[in-house]
């Protein structure tokens, strides 16, 4: 990852005649001996593979929406039933695993995961809550600088989150919110257009709210770029991570980010409707000045169950919290964790990311190359994991709806997404070199 918050250029081997996915053969042994020089490879046993309707193991291309089940979620899981069982309310200060401090199990790994501090992250609540309560503290709009940027096309929850933020302070969205899009006839955002929104909103603009990875094409943002130039009007920048989080490598602490939220369920795999990551700048975290809603879970722990009603902050993020934390959805976010932590962190996942993206490049462009468009980036380091694939008929657009349904018919998880285009995502952790064969040669069959 370099300074500026854009994730480095491959490294060394890309492309030089050593490069054994520039090399390898396109067939099916070709993929088998990727995997078998794969350093992560063994880490696909730790998750349970849906099954086809055939018994084979599907081609699961989905983890950009709901992440595979750690086999470990099971016995997490089953501790605290069992705990709860045995000991009811001592749970709560009874052992390693008391539910009072348990969520600080979370800390580190999550903080590692993102580039915060540990007094910069917590987890708690859910993506969506995460930013409410993030920017009632953060988006503090005065009648001279009351604007939010965000992106044209934000994912729903996103904009609805900002326009209503808006209202509730008493300003109007068709005069507070600007949005960004690509270019006209372009898919990303440019770079250099996100840039010079900012500086254009100049003293009106209170809050930079952008997604690291955008949800739809995989776009990965520019950071580092985005932070100094919000901070360089007065603005205040966040972000949502929910794309990025356990897909790229990221550095919030070191970019001076003010904030950020995401979810566990995408790339995280912490099961459905999982728990919540939020990170707040160190510099932020213990500002009695900023306004917060609160609650008895973000008051100091240690006169908490004094049952006082002056609210005595932690001096973390955690006195972000509003309530004791949902100790079963916690419990599968640690059993994956652990598996991020036992692989290495995010810089050997990155490394698979990169070889599995120039591998699937060249499948696609030899096997089908005229028929799809890659709507993601075609440089590496502004992609994550995801592909955002357009189906081409002709010089028309392919029924992509279609498509997706033969996919999923024959075996291939991945998702369709309004209004024609197919997401893929070889997830680091357990997509193997033959899924992503096995997946053009089934798209091949379908086209
Ligand atoms: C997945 C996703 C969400 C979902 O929000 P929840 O509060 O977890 O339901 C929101 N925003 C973005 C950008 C997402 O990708």
Known sequence: MSADGSLDRPAGRAGTPDDPVATAGL???????????????????????????????????????????????????????????????????TGDLAWAPYHEQATQPMADLVGGRP??????????????????????????????????????????????????????????LITVAPRPGEELLDDDDLLAAIADAGDALALVLLPGVQYYTGQVLPMAAITAAGHAVGAVVGFDLAHAAGNVPLALHEWDVDFAA?????????????????????????????????????????????????????PTVESWQLSN?????????????????????MAPLRAKTERQVRYLDRLLADRVGDRI???????????????????????????????????????????????????VAPVPLYTTFEDL???????EDVL
């Open 325 to 345: 934390p949902p100790i079963l959805m916690l419990a599968a976010l640690l059993a994956s964790l652990e598996v991020f932590t036992e692989a290495g962190g």
């Open 119 to 176: 007094d910069e992250v917590v987890v708690m609540n859910s993506l969506t809550v995460n930013l409410h309560l993030l920017m009632i503290s953060f988006y503090r709009p005065t009648p001279e600088r009351h604007k939010v940027i965000i992106e044209a096309g934000a994912f729903p929850s996103d904009h609805f989150a900002v326009e209503s933020q808006i209202r509730q302070r008493g300003y109007d969205p068709t005069t507070s």
């Open 262 to 314: 995401w979810c566990t369920y995408k790339y995280l795999n912490a099961g459905p409707g999982g728990i919540a990551g939020a990170f707040v700048h160190r510099r932020h975290v213990a500002d009695p000045d900023l306004p917060k809603f609160a609650g008895w879970w973000g008051t100091a722990k240690d006169t908490r169950f004094e049952m006082a009603t002056t609210f005595d902050p932690i």
């Open 373 to 423: 468009e890659q709507v993601n980036a075609s440089e590496l380091h502004r992609r994550g994991c995801q592909f955002a694939l357009r189906l081409r008929d002709g010089d028309r657009t392919a029924d992509g709806k279609a498509v997706h349904a033969a996919l999923e018919a024959a075996g291939v998880a991945c998702d369709w997404r309004y209004p024609d285009v197919i997401r």
């Open 437 to 443: 064969h096995r997946f053009v040669e089934i798209l």
């Open 27 to 93: 067939d099916l042994d070709g993929a088998r001996s990727l995997d078998a020089a794969d350093p992560l490879a063994g880490f696909r046993d730790r998750f349970n593979v849906p099954r086809h309707t055939d018994g084979s193991e599907q081609v699961y291309l989905v983890g950009n929406s709901l992440g595979l089940a750690p086999k470990a979620t099971r016995t997490w899981v089953d501790r605290e039933l069992d705990r709860w069982a045995t000991l009811g309310v001592a749970g709560h200060f």
